[in-house]
């Protein structure tokens, strides 16, 4: 696991998800890609940027949603920004804006990220219709008073 901050308590317990950090990569490569190593149309890379980047945020922000429902339809928006960097990715390459080799990178850690991403989700719609996620940051069930 990277140690992007050494702070840690339950809210940012989706940094340990290898999902997450696999997405952070993504968007790091992306960038590295259209912002260092070659020179794309300037909205072109800022777009793909975007779409890479909203991958981990919309995971990020999803799991500190707590709410099941709000947490599966944010990492449905992390799985279509997905397919748009998978889009623009497809589109770059198509216009010899990006190399072959630059193209499979991205594919390759892209469908990797894709993969996780879609069996988390599966994963919580499982919790979701079997009624075993908790919708707490504690998960002691009893109040508790100061």
Do not use: C, P
């Not at 140690?3 to 840690?8: C, F, P, S, V």
């Not at 390759?108 to 499982?126: D, G, I, P, T």
């Amino acid at each position: 696991m990277s140690n992007y901050t050494a702070l840690r308590n339950k809210n940012r317990g989706y940094m340990k998800l290898e999902v997450w950090q696999k997405a952070v990569q993504l968007f790091k490569l992306v960038w590295g890609t259209v912002y260092i190593e070659v020179k794309v149309d300037y909205k072109l890379r800022s777009q793909i940027a975007d779409s890479a980047q909203s991958v981990s945020s919309n995971i990020a922000e999803g799991y500190s949603r707590r709410s099941i429902h709000e947490y599966i339809q944010f990492l449905y928006i992390a799985l279509a920004s997905l397919s748009e960097t998978l889009t623009r990715a497809i589109g770059l390459r198509e216009t010899d804006q990006i190399s072959a080799n630059h193209f499979k990178q991205i594919d390759s850690l892209h469908y990797e990220v894709e993969n996780k991403l879609l069996r988390l989700v599966e994963s919580l719609e499982v919790k979701r219709d079997d009624g075993s996620w908790v919708n707490r940051i504690s998960e002691n069930t009893e109040e508790s008073h100061s």
